[in-house]
């Protein structure tokens, strides 16, 4: 209830006065809600409505328009504070053309007037006979658009391969490649310690797939997961594709006269999964042959080795790609041969996205960027 006094001043006003939380009158002495109960009233003061009166079209205001506003000072610091914070759009290329020129034989690649540099400050230049690489590696820096992207291999994976074989190139011709160097230590004799030139690197490095070689790694016929009735099993696949790939070995890799063919040990997966220990024969031919490749190929069987985890995939996809004229083995046919238990596991439950497809898709890049590496075509010299 409203208090005396409060009654005593709502019966003296000449008019009754409104709540201004629930619009009633409160001449009337009804009892309020227990939120509503104040000491005073209140009134509510209203005014009538000042409408804008809008100025004709038709540009019929005399004198000239006003000035732009002008931010405060406190605005401008707070402003740039904001921009400084948003990250700066990409710096643009400091070149604007890239070309080709024919130099001593070879094609050199020129960012306008300038030569791209290897790591060992070498011009990147590639042979008159490989013009694939040649153009490819113009398309592969004329479609960069800032000059950080020179600086992440993804974004020049060609120029990365490309440098790696003209380092060795020059390295070798250059003999500054050495086998020994004298160590000496404080209070002891100097010796000799065994430092390896980077094409017995590359060599040992590639040998180590052969004994885990994907090509040679057999599932075992039970358990696992069967292809739908009529198609063939995991296993059924992997043996076709590992003879066929022995099968080529045994006929494109030399030997010495009157010797076997070479011969390879699958592991089969009824027995566990373990390496298939080569023989040393086998070991030895091969690290022969590879010792002889030349810096392209050899760079490019490295290269196809690490994506393939396959030496005699990586070895056919090289030997039959050095000559473009007659490829009988291509870049999809490595790609299935050394992926075949994932496309296999695709076919029965599904291909997972940014995943199997970013795989797929990188695989074969790299494989084609090996193709490139290693092929030579025989044409006339270009005029310089």
Known sequence: ????????LLRASRQPSLCWRCTTSLATFRPLPLAHRIAAPRQIHTTHSNYANPLPLGGTVDGPPPDPPVPQPEYITRNRLRQAAIPKPRTERFWEDVHLKVVDGRYQILLDARSIKTSAKNDVSVPVNKPLLAYALQVEWATMRNSKEALKSHFIPLTSLTSRAIDLEVAEKDSASVETIEATSEGEEGGEVDVRNTREQI???????LDT??????????????????EKQLRDRQLDVA???????QENIPVPKGEDKLDFVLSDGDHGIL?????????QILRDMISKFSAWELVGLECAVILSKSLLVALRLV?????????????????KACNLET?????????????????HADLRRGLGAVVLLVSELNIPLPEQ
Do not use: C
């Open 275 to 283: 390496p298939s220990s080569q023989s040393d024969r086998t070991k």
């Open 243 to 249: 003879h066929d790939i022995i099968e080529w070995a």
């Open 213 to 230: 070689d994907t090509v040679f790694m057999i599932s075992p016929t039970r358990g696992g997961h069967l292809a739908a009735a009529g």
């Open 1 to 8: 209830m409203i208090k005396r006094k409060s009654i005593s």
């Open 343 to 359: 496309d296999f596991q695709i076919e029965q439950w599904g291909l997972v996205e940014d995943t199997h497809d970013v795989g």
């Open 319 to 335: 030997m039959e790609n050095r000559k473009t004229a007659d490829i009988k083995w291509d870049v999809e046919d490595a790609a």
């Open 203 to 209: 060599t040992d490095f590639v040998m180590g797939y």
